[in-house]
């Protein structure tokens, strides 16, 4: 007998769900009857059965625990009927067992849900449950999604955004990487937001045509970090948009006051749905983008920077997606806006100084530090927008970008990915701040004093501002001196 000792493997929120879903799925087809399915539920302990094609093998629809409880007991229903009656099968959630456990997660906290199917090669290998997850994270991220959902006030939501910022400090003390907990800490905003819209809603109903609540800015690339602020919109569909706006502001009003008081302070610049400048029928917001682009002013360049960015959180999503289709097509072959969004972009350089390491803020109340989101991870996210417009890429957040339109544009990928791994690396220290702060109960912000890095991130800073350098480089190549010469 071998006298090494025996570790136990632990999954980490980065590892595949393969790692998870190792016991055999219990299953059933759509003609066993309800009465044989809870039995072998109750047997084999577990709280799903999955309904499968007979000879496919593919899941077509799971029930659980708690259908049991709504859907059968609380009404009565006939035990002896075919398990496919009260199954929930329409929009079933399954992932590839390759994906990871993060990505479990970021499903169930957006749709609610409590079990994930697990498929190899189109066929059922595994179930995943919220349990699971939910063990592997202490418990945190089931705690916040129920905050979310059940929250029935302002202090509720603020309740449930102190406990996000609670999450990611969990997150980044088990190691994870910026790129998922940005995402996460979107998906989790997203419901907040949600839920302060059907809050908002009990008081002020929103009229009764197709619209939705757009995101924009970093939340609209779900790249939010802590130290956030409210940049939001309406877009809805109406052949007289004045009444019907009339009838939003009051109603998006509310939206912004309960988001604040959730944590997400309200915006300076007033980019807020409750505003009615960015409260806008479909139309009306083709020509204010039209307007930035064929007349693109210095403030139609600042405006085309944060509301570019955009997606639906909630509400008629194909509205917004007719929306970005028509942005890429008037774009598209528009070499003028490009080349001054460029030349634009290039004013903000990457703070490397010829002497020192950097060059730090001079004065005010952040002295000698550096600006990681405006001087930094900014450098990333205007370029990438450049080259995503200009390629035809329908993508919003910044490594997609990245890579979608440096395939396209053929640059090389060594290059692509490390300006991506620059990125990763800002984003990085930014929510590692974010989480001191939040730690020292201090007042979120973006300055950090390099001074306070060891020597192996200082040395990584300075290389990712290398990378952005680098970036800029190659645009001004590509665009920098037409835009110069149009400026």
Known sequence: MSDTPQTTYRPNLHSPLAALARRKP?????????REAVQAMSEHRVGSIIVVEPESGRPIG??????????????????????????????????????????AGLVMARHGVRHIPVLERGRLAGVVSEGQLYAIQHGGLRKVASRIRHADSGDDLRSAGALVRELVAGMMELGSDAEPITRLVSSLNDSIAVRAIELAARD???????????ALGSEGREEQTLATDQDNGIVFEAAEPGPVRDAFVPFAQR?????????????????????????????????????????????????????????????????????????????????????????????????????????????????????????????FVEAARIYALANGVDVCNTIGRLRASGERARIPAVEIEAWVDAFRF????????????????????????????????????????????RLQARLTRDYGGGARSLA
């Open 204 to 214: 002020f109903a929103p009229p009764d045509v197709p619209w939705a609540w757009i």
């Open 255 to 379: 939206v912004n006051v309960l988001l604040d008081a959730a944590g997400f302070a309200l915006c300076k610049g007033e980019i807020m749905a409750g505003n009615p400048r960015w409260c806008l029928s479909s139309q009306e917001w083709r020509d204010r983008f039209a307007t930035w682009i064929d007349v693109p002013e210095p403030q139609a360049l600042l405006h085309a920077a944060i509301f570019f960015d955009f997606r639906a959180v909630h509400g008629d999503a194909t509205l917004v997606a007719r929306l970005r289709g028509w942005l890429a097509e008037h774009v598209a072959g528009n070499d003028r806006f490009l080349l001054l969004m460029a030349h634009n972009a290039l004013q903000n350089q990457p703070p490397l100084g010829l002497i020192r390491d950097f060059v730090l803020t001079g004065t005010g109340e952040h002295k000698g530090k550096l600006d990681l989101k405006v001087n930094g991870v900014q450098l």
């Open 62 to 103: 799971i029930f659980t625990l708690r259908d049991l409880l709504h859907r059968v007991a609380a009404k009565s229903c006939d035990l002896d009927q075919m398990v496919m009656a009260v199954m929930s099968g329409s929009g079933l959630l399954m992932l590839n067992w390759r994906s990871t456990i993060y990505q």
């Open 26 to 34: 219990i299953t059933a087809t759509p003609e066993t009857s309800l």
């Open 426 to 469: 800002l984003q990085t220290l930014r929510l590692r701040l974010n989480v001191e702060q939040v730690h020292g109960s201090a007042a979120l912000h973006n300055f950090l004093a390099p001074t306070t890095l060891n020597e192996l991130d200082r040395t990584v800073l300075r290389e990712s501002m290398r990378q952005a350098r």
